[in-house]
């Protein structure tokens, strides 16, 4: 293993790398309009450090300059049955937990507002919004009276805003600098310790241990455990209340409370222990020999399907496809890739160019195998592809 510069989530750490990936996109989610376009897209490295201190996981040849978040960033999942009532019983827990009615919400990272209008409605909640990539035409008018959307990434400039309840869901994994940006928003809140604090990110545990590759790409440089998110709010200046699993152990979950303290009292009690470290440790030991394994096996099916004339398509044209796509090297084993959000229809994948096309495509396709590219979705997709006519085997990642 190479040793790199200093842990950026406990600034004490050093970063010792155990995977490395070349030219790869650097942006999974963006609406490309032609295959030239989607395959000459920008393309960067990965290479993942590991921290032995806190367990952080990071690309250490991250460049924040490669990653556009702006209008053409289509990155919602709302548009999935399965996934909106997750959100909303989520919703629903959080205000009843936290006691949220007729309070001020502030959502960093709110992409299309989904989330920060179901705490805003179903609480009678006032909120703001932060996100470049937000659409104002894409929500009720209604909603404009209860939230402002502000088109901006968070920063410091934007610490004046201040609310009952701060949430940050699916946003930390794209920031580097994660002690930093965490300060700022500390930094924020001041001495209002009644504030509580929502964090959601990906679980790097069930990453690393599934070797969910799909999972690994550019946009995504910052990668957590529940020790290292601990860590992370109890050094810069949180108390935390919980760190949970979300979404079938895909996501992390952290809530908090600020301190007045330099550091939070609970300093990480009962979320970072020397056998989670070690565990970690072990399992991206275990890493390399488990991903060689995993791609053979994809390898071995996408070549069965092509020898055999087979018609396979995948369905999520989301970062997992591109990561899936790109790291195997797809080139026409594949021909579409599925999505059911109406905005993506007709665009291109980055690096391989294949095209997105709507479910409804599938009826006249009839492909003979579809690869779904998160496993929570399956039943969802099979009673779509039944409603289709469509009677192709399912496999997912």
């Known amino acids: 293993m190479n040793t790199y510069h200093s842990c950026p989530n406990c600034e004490t750490g050093t970063m010792n790398v155990f995977h490395e990936a070349y030219e790869v996109p650097t942006n999974s989610c963006i609406l490309l309009k032609s295959k030239e376009e989607a395959v000459s897209y920008p393309k960067g490295h990965i290479t993942l450090g590991h921290c032995n201190q806190c367990g952080f996981i990071s690309n250490t040849s991250f460049d924040p300059k490669l990653t556009e978040y702006s209008g053409r960033y289509e990155e919602t999942q709302g548009f999935s049955e399965t996934f909106n009532q997750f959100h909303k019983m989520l919703a629903e827990r959080l205000i009843e937990k936290h006691q949220l009615k007729n309070k001020r919400v502030i959502e960093i990272g709110c992409g299309k507002g989904e989330f ?23 929500i009720d008018p209604a909603s404009k009276n209860q939230i402002t959307f502000i088109k901006d990434f968070y920063s410091e400039k934007y610490t004046n805003y201040h609310g009952d309840f701060l949430c940050c869901k699916m946003t930390l994994e794209h920031i580097s600098e994660t002690a930093k940006f965490v300060k700022t928003v500390r930094r924020s809140i001041a ?63 952290i809530e908090a409370k600020p301190t007045l303290n330099d550091i939070g009292e609970n300093c990480c009690a009962g979320f970072q222990t020397e056998d989670e470290i070690a565990s970690l440790k072990q399992m991206i030991t275990q890493f390399p020999a488990l991903l060689e394994e995993k791609l053979d096996y994809w390898k071995s099916v996408l070549a069965s399907h092509h020898k055999q004339n087979k018609k396979l398509v995948l369905w999520g044209s989301g970062s997992k496809a591109v990561s899936f796509l790109t790291t195997l090297g797809v080139t026409d084993e594949i021909e579409l890739v599925v999505d059911i959000n109406p905005y993506k229809d007709g665009y291109f994948m980055a690096g391989t160019g294949h095209k997105i096309v709507m479910p409804n495509a599938l009826t006249e396709y009839q492909p003979d ?23 192709a085997e399912v496999l997912t990642l």
């Open 116 to 138: 920060l209008i179901l705490l805003c409605e179903l609480g009678n909640n006032t909120g703001v919004g932060f996100d470049p990539g937000f659409s104002e035409e894409r």
């Open 191 to 253: 001495d209002r310790v009644d504030t509580t604090v929502f964090f959601q990110i990906p679980n790097a545990e069930r990453i690393i241990e599934s070797c969910a590759f799909e999972d690994i790409y550019y946009e995504h440089c910052s990668y957590f455990t529940k020790a290292s998110l601990a860590t992370l709010f109890t050094l810069c200046g949180f108390d935390v209340l919980d760190v949970t699993t979300e979404y079938d152990d895909q996501y992390l979950a």
């Open 369 to 391: 195998t579809v690869i779904v590219m998160n496993a929570i979705y399956k039943q969802e997709i099979e009673k779509e592809l039944k409603t289709l006519a469509v009677s």
